[in-house]
Every structure is written in C-alpha cells, then in structure tokens.
C-alpha cells in the first residue's frame, strides 16, 4: 500500500478543530472527513447521524462508495464498526491500559510492555494500522487530494498513527484560550455545537446534558489535554509539527492557511472564498452542520463565564493558559 500524507490536528476538544480542518479540506489538494478514529458511541444513532453534506450518514453518496473503496484495498469496512480506533481492540485488559492520556515517555515506555502482554492487542494492531492507511488512502482517492486532514484530536491516537507504515503524518497543533474551552465542556450544547438547535448532537437535537462537566472539572480536562501534546511532540522533529492558535486563524484565516499550506506542501492561494462552497462529507463537532462559511471569534466566555469560574480556572490551569499567551 502506498504511504498516504496526512496532518493531525491535535488540541483539546472544542479548539476549533473541525472549523480547521473544513477549511484546510477546502483546499483543492486537501479533503478531510474530520474525526477518522470513528466512533459508533461518539456518533450515536447511524440512521440518525447527519453528515456535513446534510444527508444522513447512510444515505451519502461520498459514504456509500467508502465501503467499496476500502474492499479494493483489502479491508472490511462499516461506519458501525470502523474498527480506526486505536482504542477499539477487543481486550478489556488493552482498553484500560490506553484509557489514560499521553502520560511522557517513560509511562508510555511502562505502557509498551504492559500492551505486549495482550495477544489481542498484537495480533489487531497491525489491523488498525492497515485500516487507518486505507481509510486516508481511500478519502485521498475518492476526492483526488494530496493531502488528507485528520482532527481526531488526541494524543494518544497520534502516538500510534506516527507508527503507522502506511502513512506519512505532519503535526498542526490547534491552541484556543483554556477559559473558552472550559465554557464548551460546561455546556457543549450550547458553545460548542451547531447553531440550530435541532441540528446539535450528530443532527438530532439534544441538550447534550450528560456530557456537562463542572468549571473546576473542564479546566483540569483542558490543562491535560494541553500536557498531553506538550508530551508527544517532546519526541517529534521541530520540522513535522507546527503551531496555531484559534484566535489567530479566526482573525487573519487568509494568512493562516497560507502558512498551514506551506507547511503542508500544498500550492498557498488557491483557497475558496467560500469554504461551503467545497463539497465536504465530515464527521465530529456539529458546527460542520452549520451553513456560514463566516469565520467568527467566538469569546462567549468573557459573559458566560462568573467571576468564580474564572478564578477556578485560573487556579487549574491559569499557569497553563498564560505560558500561551493568554492573560
């Protein structure tokens, strides 16, 4: 199988990722479908779930030639069971030893061993290696791109996907203000969601009541998500990753993707005025349901957020947020 390029997004959940990789995707040597480590549970109801063409998932004409694609490159496939997922391997014991985030490379290191011990874990390796390559072979060649954006986001899938022989990955590293995303963890219905209600959760509606976290819980979740890719880019070469903040694309997105592009090896200037303009089929947050292809700064925090919340913020993850830049 031919080695596939393709850039990671890694952040923290709710930092703007599928707004980035739709916009990337919109480049005409770049497609994504937002989130490759599918996940039945994170979609839900497939008959229901929406892709971000606005047909249900199962009646996309883009999802229904996936199947057929991935047979001819020898792998079964279906949205129920994706089987992308680093953490999908049928072994109890696998699944608890990769709950954990990125922890730094001795834990990572302890982490190894332990997973050698599974046999499950050895023999469906190399078949979730085999399915990721063939699924970014795939998306490469239904839409004749050269690139092939993947915003799963964590870190811990990005560990395995540098391993993976079949693809050849670059690093964009997305940053937001930790007190924005706080606020999208306590509320992610409302801040971190599509505008019109009845399209939130995958396209169905919903409040999204049982994800809510506490302030003091989603600023820690922020904190170590941001530990987590300081971890694993410490072993990667300066020249596979790069940096980007939210607020940055938002205010200059033209000089932004021109960077990013370059960065990809993609030709800079030939992004669409209107980034909906492109045929896109992607998976994720629901913003990709949303129909302006305005790209808006979104500071809800500054009101939503009390005087309380943001000095528990600051006492989580303020030392975190201000090494970044934010104050």
């Keep these: 199988m031919a080695v596939t390029q393709l850039a990671y997004v890694l952040a923290a959940s709710h930092s703007g990722s599928t707004l980035l990789s739709m916009l990337l995707g919109s480049h005409p040597q770049i497609a994504t479908i937002g989130e490759m480590n599918l996940s039945p549970q994170a979609m839900g109801d497939l008959d229901r779930y929406r892709c971000s063409c606005g047909q249900f998932i199962r009646q996309c004409g883009f999802w229904q030639r996936v199947p057929e694609a991935m047979h001819r490159r020898g792998v079964a496939f279906d949205l129920a069971c994706a089987g992308t997922d680093y953490r999908s391997v049928q072994s109890p014991y696998a699944r608890r030893l990769l709950r954990p985030m990125h922890r730094g490379k001795t834990a990572e290191g302890i982490r190894d061993l332990t997973l050698a011990l599974s046999p499950a874990w050895r023999r469906q390796l190399p078949d979730i290696h085999k399915r990721n390559a063939a699924l970014a072979s795939t998306v490469a060649e239904l839409t004749g791109a050269q690139v092939v954006v993947d915003s799963s986001k964590v870190g811990l899938r990005l560990k395995y996907l540098l391993r993976n022989p079949g693809l050849d990955v670059k690093v964009v590293r997305l940053v937001r203000d930790g007190r924005a995303v706080a606020l999208t963890y306590m509320d992610p219905a409302a801040f971190a969601d599509a505008s019109d209600p009845s399209k939130r959760a995958g396209g169905t509606g919903g409040d999204r009541r049982a994800e809510r976290l506490s302030v003091r819980q989603a600023a820690y979740e922020w904190r170590r998500c941001m530990e987590e890719a300081e971890h694993v880019l410490r072993g990667l070469?300066?020249?596979?990753?790069?940096?980007?903040?939210?607020?940055?694309?938002?205010s200059?997105?033209?000089?932004?993707?021109?960077?990013?592009?370059?960065?990809?090896?993609?030709?800079?200037?030939?992004?669409?005025?209107?980034?909906?303009?492109?045929?896109?089929?992607?998976?994720?947050?629901?913003?990709?349901?949303?129909?302006?292809?305005?790209?808006?700064?979104?500071?809800?925090?500054?009101?939503?957020?009390?005087?309380?919340?943001?000095?528990?913020?600051?006492?989580?993850?303020?030392?975190?947020?201000r090494r970044y830049g934010y104050e």
């Design 237 to 250: 070469d300066r020249s596979r990753w790069i940096e980007v903040r939210y607020e940055d694309y938002c």
């Design 252 to 321: 200059d997105p033209d000089a932004t993707l021109d960077w990013l592009h370059r960065f990809l090896d993609v030709e800079p200037g030939r992004q669409p005025r209107i980034f909906r303009s492109v045929e896109q089929h992607v998976v994720g947050n629901g913003m990709r349901l949303d129909t302006t292809s305005k790209i808006r700064l979104d500071e809800r925090w500054r009101e939503a957020l009390t005087e309380h919340d943001l000095q528990t913020c600051d006492a989580i993850a303020g030392e975190m947020n």
